[in-house]
C-alpha cells in the first residue's frame, strides 16, 4: 500500500465520520415547553420530569428545554403560541379554546365530582380523548390530561361559610361564561381578569377575592394578600399538555412515542405530588396566618341549588349529549368506588 492510498483511505473516513457526525446532530431536535405555574408547584417538577423522559425515551432526539412561571406569556399567549408552530408544547388550562371548542366548558361545570378519584377516571376516559380530538383542528395534539386540582375560595374581608357571605365580594374568575354566570347568580361581582394580574389587584384593594385550587394559592403566594379561605370545591380544574401539530408532524414515530410515554408518566407524577401537597397545604395556611373554613355539607347544597340553572342553560350550550355522556363517567366512577 503505497502514501497515496494510505492518504486516500483515511481522507473518506474523515469524510464519512464528519458525515455521520453531521446526521446525528442534524437529527437531534430541541424544542421549549411552557407553563404559567412557578417553581415551587408540581406541575414545574411535573414540567421538568417530562423534558428529562422525553430524551431518555427518544435516545437523546428529542431535547425540551422547560420555561417556567409564564416566562414565554400568559396561558392564552402559549396556547396560540402552539398553535402557531412558534412554541412547541405546552402545560395548563386549555380554557381560552372554550369559545371555539365548546366541550372545554364541561370542565367549567360546579359541583359535578366528589373526590379525585372521580376526576382521574373521567381524565383518563372517552370524554377527555373526544376534548383532545376536538382540539386538534385548532393546531394543538393533546398528550395527556392531568390535574391541578378542586378550586376554593379566597378573600381578605371576611370569613364565607355561606351562599349569603358571598353576596357583594368582588372576585377574580376565569374569563369564561360558566364561571362568570355562575359566581354572578352565587351573589359575587364577577370579574374577568388574567391570573398574572391578579396579585398586585388583591394587593392595591382592587379585588377582595379570587379562587383557585389550593397549591395554586400557595405556590403564587396568596397568603401574603389574602386573609380568608374558604374550603368549597366548586370546581375541578384539569391541565392538558399539548403539542403544536406543525412541530408534531416533524417527528419521527419513534420519537412520538417517546414523547407520548414521557408526557403520560410526567402526568401521573403531577397528580401524585398534587394528591400529598393537599394533604398539608391547609397546615401552611394556617401557620401562615390565613382563616381557613370548611363550608358545611348543608350550605354547599344551598350554593348547588343556586346555580343548578347554570347547570342546565351551558349544559345546552356545551352538547346535551356531551354532558350527558360526561356525567355517565363520573356516576360510573362513584359507583366503582363504592363497591
Known sequence: MNDTTVTRSGFIAALTAALLGSTVAFAQVKAKIGHAMPDTHPQS??????????STYTNGN????????????????????VQAGSQEFYIGTLAPLSTRVKEVQVWDLPFLF?????????????????????????????????GMGFRNLSNSRRSVKTAEDISGLKLRVMANPVALDTWKTIGANAVPMAFSEVFTALEVKALDGQENPLQHMWANKMQEVQKYISVTNHVYTPVALVASKKFWGTLSASDKAGVQKAAVEAGLLQRTLLDAGDRDVITKFKDAGVTVDQVSTEDLKKVQDKVKPVVEKFKAQIGDEFVTGFMAEIAKARTASTN
Open 114 to 146: 366528589q373526590n379525585v378519584k372521580e376526576v382521574y377516571a373521567v381524565l383518563d376516559g372517552p370524554s377527555s380523548k373526544a376534548i383532545f380530538d376536538k382540539i386538534e383542528p385548532s393546531g394543538l395534539v393533546g398528550l395527556t390530561w392531568t
Open 62 to 81: 428529542v431535547k425540551i428545554q422547560p420555561f417556567h412561571s409564564a416566562m414565554l406569556g400568559s396561558d392564552e399567549k402559549q396556547l396560540q403560541a
Open 45 to 54: 417538577a411535573a414540567v421538568n420530569k417530562f423534558t428529562e423522559l422525553a
